[in-house]
C-alpha cells in the first residue's frame, strides 16, 4: 500500500533573468513549494508553474544540510 504525503505552499520567490547582453535582472514571482514524503523517500521541490520549470531534490542525501549538521 503506497502512503503518500505531500505538503504545498504557494510563496514569493525572485526569479533571475539573463538579458541577450549578459546582464542578470531579478523580479518577484510566484513559486510553488512542495515536500513529498512516501515509503521510497523524501524529496522537496520548488516549481514556477507557468513556466513549467521544476526543481526536484531528493531530501536523503542533504539531509544533513537541512539540518544544519
Known sequence: MTIERTFTREV?????DMRSDGTLK??????????TKDEKGKSISLC????????????????DLVEGR
Open 12 to 16: 514569493d520567490g525572485i526569479i533571475w
Open 48 to 63: 514556477d508553474e507557468m513556466r513549467g520549470i521544476m526543481l526536484e531534490i531528493p531530501l536523503e542525501p542533504v539531509e
Open 26 to 35: 531579478h523580479r518577484m514571482h510566484k513559486i510553488v513549494f512542495r515536500y
